[in-house]
């Protein structure tokens, strides 16, 4: 519950040091997304992303996590979270949610993206991947007015607007030295609205919806996250900082400058 688990609120320092996971997260994934095209598999796939955190100077916090087997989570099209990396090769208009990260001198960030492999099998999909990439901008800024973490998945909530199913059970969280730390963050808007937004506070912020229900199921190799009526689903996160100067998304190369601009959010400089 909201409030009970300490928060762990960081320093300038700190936080100018989580910057740096950030930033190769932000380059893993990156690579991830340029080679998304039919007939890649997502071990491939996976690979990739494992070379350029390693060659980076950081080491995956995925890799080992309770026992998960890959370094990225790699989600396709009813698959909403946690699918692991195999052999199954992409196709044309698949929906593939790619969601990783880093731990660097003992800082962790975490950011994910969803992306079609070439043109859209239905215009729903490509409406699905930006309804919640803009749910995912809104729920961040949100976070500059400092009120209280619940005003994230208000945000959310208000920004899909009925128009896709928010996934239940399934939330951002704080981070920093450790991957899954407090507040949990939810994607919707809830009655108890949990700690105060200060400076310091560092937050993963990874709204998850869906083209139907927000129901899901788990298969059997207790990982991956399948949407229970076959929608298939889109999943977008950064990590992000509450500074006295503003707001810092540590996983964007811009800081988030370009996007919340749309939003009069102040960015500090890099």
Same mark, same amino acid.
């Given at each position: 519950?909201?409030?009970?688990?300490?928060?762990?609120?960081?320093?300038?320092?700190?936080?100018?040091?989580?910057?740096?996971?950030?930033?190769?997260?932000?380059?893993?994934?990156?690579?991830?997304?340029?080679?998304?095209?039919?007939?890649?598999?997502?071990?491939?796939?996976?690979?990739l992303g494992a070379e350029v955190i390693r060659t980076g100077g950081g080491t995956s916090n995925f890799l080992g996590y309770h026992g998960y087997p890959k370094t990225l989570c790699i989600?396709?099209?009813?698959?909403?979270?946690?699918?692991?990396?195999?052999?199954?090769?992409?196709?044309?208009?698949?929906?593939?949610?790619?969601?990783?990260?880093?731990? !660097? &001198? $003992?800082?962790? @960030?975490?950011?994910?993206? #969803? +992306?079609?492999?070439?043109? /859209?099998?239905?215009?729903?999909?490509?409406?699905?991947?930006?309804?919640?990439?803009?749910?995912?901008?809104?729920?961040?800024?949100?976070?500059?007015?400092?009120?209280?973490?619940?005003?994230?998945?208000?945000?959310?909530?208000?920004?899909?607007?009925?128009?896709?199913?928010? !996934? &239940? $059970?399934?939330? @951002?969280?704080?981070?920093? #030295? +450790?991957?899954?730390?407090? /507040?949990?963050?939810?994607?919707?808007?809830?009655?108890?609205?949990?700690?105060?937004?200060?400076?310091?506070?560092?937050?993963?912020?990874?709204?998850?919806?869906?083209?139907?229900?927000?129901?899901?199921?788990?298969?059997?190799?207790?990982?991956?996250?399948?949407?229970?009526?076959?929608?298939?689903?889109?999943?977008?996160?950064?990590?992000? +900082?509450?500074?006295?100067?503003?707001?810092?998304?540590l996983t964007a190369p811009d800081g988030g400058a370009s996007e919340l601009a749309a939003y009069g959010v102040s960015v500090p400089e890099d």
């Amino acid at each position: 519950m909201f409030g009970r688990e300490r928060v762990e609120y960081k320093t300038p320092e700190q936080v100018r040091a989580m910057r740096k996971a950030g930033l190769l997260t932000y380059a893993a994934l990156e690579s991830v997304r340029s080679a998304l095209r039919p007939g890649v598999t997502l071990a491939e796939l996976d690979a990739l992303g494992a070379e350029v955190i390693r060659t980076g100077g950081g080491t995956s916090n995925f890799l080992g996590y309770h026992g998960y087997p890959k370094t990225l989570c790699i989600s396709v099209n009813e698959v909403v979270v946690h699918g692991i990396p195999g052999e199954q090769v992409l196709a044309e208009g698949d929906v593939v949610s790619v969601d990783g990260g880093c731990v !660097v &001198d $003992g800082w962790h @960030g975490d950011s994910a993206f #969803t +992306a079609i492999v070439g043109e /859209p099998a239905d215009p729903a999909d490509a409406e699905l991947v930006e309804i919640t990439r803009t749910a995912l901008w809104a729920g961040i800024a949100a976070l500059d007015a400092r009120g209280r973490v619940g005003d994230v998945g208000a945000a959310v909530e208000d920004a899909v607007d009925g128009r896709l199913g928010i !996934v &239940d $059970g399934y939330t @951002g969280h704080g981070i920093g #030295t +450790a991957m899954h730390m407090a /507040p949990e963050v939810l994607n919707y808007r809830v009655r108890e609205k949990g700690p105060k937004v200060k400076p310091g506070l560092v937050l993963a912020i990874e709204p998850m919806c869906t083209r139907g229900g927000i129901e899901t199921d788990v298969l059997a190799d207790d990982w991956t996250v399948v949407t229970s009526d076959g929608t298939r689903a889109a999943h977008w996160e950064h990590t992000v +900082a509450v500074l006295d100067e503003g707001l810092w998304v540590l996983t964007a190369p811009d800081g988030g400058a370009s996007e919340l601009a749309a939003y009069g959010v102040s960015v500090p400089e890099d």
